[in-house]
């Protein structure tokens, strides 16, 4: 009976960077089960990979699948795909190491209705799932047991013996030959297959990529089209309220034409029949609506100048709260400079008075004792005055600050990132030369020879 090596479950999790996570099988079904959650994988698709691993931690077999996980990092309960029966009855895939393994994807499904929940590995040069699952293998942080490679040892019921007439080859450098060449093309063979099948694989990829971007760019445009066709039957509906309106408007104006037409018809009669009947009651009819417009009027102007004049007080009331307002601004404002003559300098000077003295610690300067003549000076600048204490210019302190607190070489490499290379801390400033002693070695001699040329 031919024993068959061992081989080992394991699953193996991806995001955008590779590899995230690996576990073995019996921990995957603990997650599957839901005693187990991962809260790193809460509400996320994750693409998983099943393996076969030998005792040599080679890869035998892979199963590439999709994986739900709710909000809680539990596993999707409804997922149920057979990755062993998958495994099985694959066809081949690459060879990473121990031949060509068993593969199971998008492309390459032996079950169809499984095929939607499967995925399809990348084999680019910038990306490839095969290497990072075959280097992520042979780490073994799983700490699977590792046999070493023995000669495969034959049974003595499988020994057979040869006729005596072959016992002995007519030209045994002529049957090496043979065997090597037999043996050279049979390799030859199965690279070749193996290269038109990672060649098949990534052309099902490429299409499958080219039809994800078509349907893509399909979505796209139905989604501008419907989006213009929207915009366009609202410019629609926009045209055809406005054109209703200006019908509506070039109704009512012909109505009030219509209007005007007839009551000036009408005044037309009427005048000629008052001219008619009476000049006297036409001019009595004049007068007394000259009478009633003059009324009108005077009673127009009356509220009128009512109206003015209550305008007038309320714009007097406004203008002297207005006066009011800026007094008491104006009284706020000195009663503020007031208290801030009394609150800073007078407080420092009681202290003072009082024996209380300010004093300021700055590196190189030390401690520094701040007379309070000076205190202004020193709240405006405190660098310029620590400088000054040292006998060095502000600059020059402040770039010896840097280099006592962080002593490496502030110089620019051609990539645009600092030097950083560690320096003899210069303790006292009045001994630091900006770019010598910020410098190491290198850079002080590109400084000189700049400072040359």
């Given at each position: ?189 199965l690279k070749a297959a193996q290269l038109i099948k990672q060649q098949r694989l990534r052309i099902a990829n490429l299409e499958q990529q080219r039809e994800a971007d078509i349907n893509r760019l399909r979505e796209l445009a139905a989604q501008q089209q419907a989006k213009l066709q929207d915009e366009i039957a609202q410019l629609r509906r926009e045209l055809q309220q406005r054109e209703q309106s200006a019908e509506e408007l070039r109704a009512q104006l012909s109505a009030q034409a219509e209007g005007f037409q007839k009551t000036r018809e009408e005044m037309s009669r009427q005048l000629r029949a008052l001219e008619q009947n009476s000049r006297t009651e036409a001019e009595a009819a004049r007068a007394q609506f000259d009478d009633e417009l003059q009324r009108q009027v005077a009673a127009a102007v009356a509220e009128l100048k009512e109206q003015v004049s209550i305008r007038d007080v309320e ?139």
């Amino acid at each position: 009976m031919q024993i068959k090596p061992q081989t080992v479950e394991a699953v193996l999790f991806f995001n955008d960077g590779g590899v995230c996570k690996e576990m073995l099988y019996p921990e995957f079904e603990a997650v599957l089960d839901g005693m187990v959650n991962v809260p790193e994988f809460a509400d996320q698709q994750m693409r998983v990979a099943y393996l076969l691993i030998n005792t040599r931690l080679q890869i035998r077999a892979a199963v590439f699948f999709y994986l739900d996980f709710n909000d809680d990092g539990s596993a999707d309960s409804g997922w149920n795909i057979p990755l062993r029966s998958l495994a099985e009855r694959t066809g081949r895939g690459p060879d990473l190491g121990a031949g060509p393994i068993r593969l199971a994807c998008r492309s390459q499904c032996p079950v169809s209705w499984y095929q939607m929940h499967l995925w399809d590995p990348q084999t680019t040069q910038s990306t490839n799932h095969f290497l990072m699952l075959r280097d992520r293998v042979k780490r073994n942080q799983l700490g699977l047991l590792v046999e070493e490679e023995m000669p495969q040892t034959v049974p003595t019921e499988r020994l057979q013996m040869v006729a005596e007439e072959n016992w002995y080859a007519a030209d045994p450098a002529k049957q090496v030959a043979t065997r090597r060449a037999e043996k050279l093309e049979q390799e030859q063979r199965l690279k070749a297959a193996q290269l038109i099948k990672q060649q098949r694989l990534r052309i099902a990829n490429l299409e499958q990529q080219r039809e994800a971007d078509i349907n893509r760019l399909r979505e796209l445009a139905a989604q501008q089209q419907a989006k213009l066709q929207d915009e366009i039957a609202q410019l629609r509906r926009e045209l055809q309220q406005r054109e209703q309106s200006a019908e509506e408007l070039r109704a009512q104006l012909s109505a009030q034409a219509e209007g005007f037409q007839k009551t000036r018809e009408e005044m037309s009669r009427q005048l000629r029949a008052l001219e008619q009947n009476s000049r006297t009651e036409a001019e009595a009819a004049r007068a007394q609506f000259d009478d009633e417009l003059q009324r009108q009027v005077a009673a127009a102007v009356a509220e009128l100048k009512e109206q003015v004049s209550i305008r007038d007080v309320e714009l007097a009331y406004r203008n002297e709260l207005d006066s009011d307002l800026q007094a008491e601004i104006e009284q706020l404002q000195k009663q503020r400079d007031a208290l801030a003559e009394q609150s800073g300098e007078r407080v420092l000077e009681r202290l003072s008075a009082l024996g209380v003295t300010f004093m300021a610690y700055h590196p190189g300067a030390g401690h520094l004792t701040i007379p309070l003549p000076d205190m202004a000076r020193y709240q405006h600048n405190p660098i310029a005055y620590a400088a000054a204490k040292c006998s060095v210019s502000e600059e020059q302190y402040g770039q010896w600050v840097q280099h006592y607190q962080q002593p490496t070489c502030v110089a620019t490499l051609t990539s645009g990132e600092r030097c950083n290379m560690p320096l003899d801390k210069v303790e006292a400033p009045g001994r630091f030369q900006v770019g010598h002693s910020n410098c190491c070695a290198r850079h002080r001699s590109q400084n000189r020879l700049r400072t040359g040329s």
